[in-house]
């Protein structure tokens, strides 16, 4: 069965957009006044193209998370074609954990979070 896994590039780039909105809603608050309260942001990685076999799909998740194998309603066939998409939590502008899509023929089967998202 295939594993699939995300680009680190991607990844990374994930990780420094996120520092870079903490730090300019940081830089607004100070400029205004405020007081910035919802810290928590989810920010979108990458897709990547995945296919069910053994109506499972596996995926290697970043930031340590490891493989993961999602099981797929057997109303879809194996050797359907789909989406498997990474988004990262942040709090602060530092990863906290993932949320992975997983949609199949327009449809999205799975969506599950890892640690604190």
Not at 31 to 51: F, S
Not at 63 to 69: A, T
Not at 74 to 86: E, F, H, L, P, V
């Amino acid at each position: 069965m295939a594993t699939y896994s995300f680009n680190e590039k991607a990844i990374a780039s994930a990780v420094e957009a996120a520092q870079r909105s903490h730090q300019e809603s940081q830089e607004n608050s100070v400029a205004n006044l405020q007081v910035n309260h919802g810290n928590c942001m989810l920010v979108g990685a990458e897709c990547i193209d995945v296919t069910v076999e053994n109506h499972k799909v596996c995926v290697n998740l970043p930031l340590g998370f490891g493989k993961h194998c999602f099981s797929i309603p057997t109303s879809i066939a194996d050797g359907a074609s789909g989406k498997a998409c990474i988004s990262l939590c942040t709090t602060w502008g530092v990863p906290t954990g993932v949320r992975i899509t997983i949609t199949i023929l327009g449809v999205t089967v799975i969506s599950q979070s890892f640690g604190k998202c």
